[in-house]
Every structure is written in structure tokens, then in C-alpha cells.
């Protein structure tokens, strides 16, 4: 779904600027991905965004990569700077940005749970060791948790990073929680649903966000947002993380409205 918005919102983005770009959707092969970064500074590209499965294949071929791309072991977004290849992971200012923008910059020192330890798993728990929450992983399978909180212990300063299997999880768990996020593919059309353990113990006040974009609120949220909790869903991630890019790009702040209308549409 994010491949196909991408182009729509950024290129109703740079209309509303009068900015003399386009943003063109390119499948390329896992085989051909280094040609195809090289090519970026050939073509006279200015930037170029990273999918599903290619963020971590193309580091190997970039000048300099951020530290959020370095922790995260992935690229979304490639600047082009006189030959010079850069590449970020704005997936995790798209995390905080969307929380900081539903609760304000109140996080340090506030406990958060992040449920999956993939890539959106990785960028929410970056973003929350960021922004000072003491975290818990918790994972199907618990070896990944446990990779992901000793990438989180060791790569942010200060940052405090336990791990749980989910097999393991207590409703006291969710509940002593002030941030509660879904980063599995759980609630996806097709998936499964997130575990009741998790959306049940949901109680008011609680910051919830959900990483899976859909046109509508998914079920997590709406069993959150019932229970009384600040939702934050993942088109407001997936927003953040295009607005970043946008700006890398093109050097001016997003308008974010605009692109929230192209989605919208
Ligand atoms: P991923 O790297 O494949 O990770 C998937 C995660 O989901 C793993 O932790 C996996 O656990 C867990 N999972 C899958 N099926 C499960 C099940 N039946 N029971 C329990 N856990 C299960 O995927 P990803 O890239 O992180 O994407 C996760 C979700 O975030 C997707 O819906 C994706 O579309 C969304 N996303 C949103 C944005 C945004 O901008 N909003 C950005 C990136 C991704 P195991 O380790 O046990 O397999």
C-alpha cells in the first residue's frame, strides 16, 4: 500500500510547492540493486526512496549512511548531492514525529512496550529509546526480541531495552505500559489479529500506535480508542517518514496537509 501512495503524495506535494520534480515508482530486481543506485548520480536523480526488500541491500553501494540507518540496519531514503550518495532511515522520525504530534513531547522517563521486532519494530524502538522511554520488546519469536533491545541498550545512549516472549506477556504487562505499540504485521487485510492479551488490557490515557496503515482505523485502534487511549496510526508514520524524505529532497518543510489530502483521496 505504501507503494503506491508514495508517488501520490509526493508529487501532489510537489505541485502544491511549484517545485520542478516527480516522483516515479521503479520495481528493480535484487540482482540488479547496486546498478541501480550507482545509477541515481548518472541519471541526475535528487534522491530516491527504499522498499521492502531492499533497505538493507543497498548500503554497501551508499557514501554515507545516517546513524538511524546504521542502527537500523536499513535505508529508505537515498539523497543524491553532487555525486555523492547519502542514505537515511526517515521511518524513525516518522515514529516520533507521529507521537510527539498526539501527546506532545511528554515521553521521557514514560514506560512503552513495543510488540514485533522487525523492521517497523526496530524504527518504533529507536525512536522511543530516543525520545527516553524505558522499553520492552516483546516478540513470537523471542530471539529477535532479544536482538532487537541489545541494537536498542547499545545503540542509543542511555537507552534501557528488556525483551519478553509474547508467550511470556501479563496483562500487567500492557497495562503499566504509557506507550503500547503494534510493529507486527498483525491487522493487515489477510493477517491475523493482534492478541487479545494485548488490545483487552488497552486502558485510558495510554498512548497507542498501530504501524499498520489502513484507509480506516484497524481493530487495534479501535479497541484502544474505546478503552479511552490517544491513538496514532500508522498513516501518521507513514506521513512522517514521507514528509522527512521530502524535505531531505528538496531541501523546504513538507506540506504535510497536502500530502495527508493526496492519501486521503
Ligand atoms: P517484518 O520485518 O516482516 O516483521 C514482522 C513482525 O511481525 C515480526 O516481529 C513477526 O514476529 C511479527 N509477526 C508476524 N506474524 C505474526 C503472528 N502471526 N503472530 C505474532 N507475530 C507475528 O515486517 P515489518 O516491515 O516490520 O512490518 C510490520 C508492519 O508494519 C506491516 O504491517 C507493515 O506494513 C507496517 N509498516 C508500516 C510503516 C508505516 O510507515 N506506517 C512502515 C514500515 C512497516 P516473528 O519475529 O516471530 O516472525
Given amino acids: 500500500m505504501s507503494h503506491s501512495l508514495s508517488p501520490r503524495l509526493h508529487n501532489a506535494a510537489f505541485a502544491a510547492l511549484g517545485l520542478d520534480y516527480v516522483y516515479v ?11 541501480a543506485v550507482l545509477g541515481l548520480a548518472a541519471l541526475g536523480f535528487r534522491g530516491a526512496n527504499v522498499t521492502i526488500p531492499h533497505k538493507a541491500a543497498v548500503i554497501p553501494f551508499l557514501d554515507e549512511i545516517s546513524e538511524d540507518a546504521r542502527l537500523a540496519d536499513a535505508v529508505n531514503t537515498i539523497t543524491v548531492e553532487g ?11 516518522g515514529v516520533r514525529g507521529a507521537l510527539v504530534a498526539a501527546a506532545g513531547d511528554t515521553f521521557a522517563g514514560e514506560p512503552a512496550l513495543v510488540f514485533g521486532a522487525g523492521g517497523a519494530a526496530r524504527a518504533a524502538a529507536l525512536a522511543l529509546a530516543r525520545l527516553g522511554c ?8 523471542p530471539a529477535a526480541a532479544e536482538r532487537l533491545a541489545a541494537l536498542v541498550t ?18 500487567g504487562d500492557v497495562r503499566r ?25 488497552v486502558t485510558a490515557g495510554q498512548v497507542v500506535f498501530d504501524a499498520v496503515y489502513a484507509s480506516v482505523l484497524t ?34 518543510p513538507a506540506p504535510l496537509e497536502v500530502m495527508r489530502d493526496a492519501v486521503r483521496r
Fill in 134 to 141: 524505558p522499553l520492552t520488546i516483546v516478540n513470537r519469536t
Fill in 177 to 201: 505500559q504509557t506507550v503500547v505499540v503494534n510493529a507486527t504485521s498483525l491487522g493487515m487485510a489477510g493477517e491475523g489479529k493482534v492478541p487479545a492479551l494485548l488490545a483487552d488490557n
Fill in 83 to 93: 555525486g555523492h550518495l547519502h542514505g537515511y532511515n526517515t521511518d524513525v522520525e
Fill in 25 to 35: 515508482p521503479l520495481p528493480v530486481r535484487g540482482e540488479d540493486v547496486g546498478a
Fill in 219 to 252: 481493530d487495534f485502534l479501535v479497541t484502544a480508542q474505546a478503552a479511552g487511549a490517544i491513538v496514532v496510526d500508522g498513516l501518521t508514520m507513514l506521513l512522517g517518514q514521507a514528509a522527512e524524505a521530502f524535505s531531505l529532497w528538496t531541501g523546504v
Fill in 154 to 171: 547499545a545503540g542509543v545512549p542511555g537507552a534501557r531495552c528488556g525483551w519478553l516472549a509474547l508467550s511470556d506477556l501479563t496483562a
